[in-house]
């Protein structure tokens, strides 16, 4: 079984097509200049970045503008710590309890919801 001269690809068209796509390529930004311009934007924003930690860092070490997100062990669940002033800070304690009370009802939410955006009433059809 012959196949059509025309429908081969020579060697000279598949440099052709890799030259292509490599100044397509080029056009791109490379992953490390990606995150540095993410880093810098961040850091001009005045955003706090987030570390996962293997131990909550002293005050000392710590770094303003970073939540540190720590894995405890004993509970199984992550907290979140950050330095405050001088101190290292726990910003996720949720030690207490939520009481029936302090959950709202759908009725309730729905009342809520209605007095922030109320509906304006349908108009009457003019006759």
Do not use: W
């Amino acid at each position: 079984m012959s196949v059509p001269e025309k429908k081969l690809v020579t060697l000279s068209q598949l440099q052709m097509q890799a030259e292509r796509i490599k100044s397509e390529l080029d056009k791109y930004a490379l992953e490390s200049e990606m995150q540095q311009a993410v880093e810098d934007a961040v850091a001009q924003a005045n955003i706090c970045t987030i570390e996962v930690v293997d131990a909550v860092p002293e005050a000392e070490t710590a770094k303003e503008k970073v939540l540190y997100l720590y894995h405890n062990t004993g509970t199984g669940k992550y907290e979140i710590y950050a330095l405050v002033d001088t101190a290292i800070v726990r910003l996720d304690d949720d030690g207490g309890s939520v009481s029936d009370d302090m959950i709202a009802t759908d009725t309730e939410v729905s009342d809520m919801l209605d007095e922030v955006f109320p509906q304006p009433e349908p108009e009457e059809p003019v006759e």
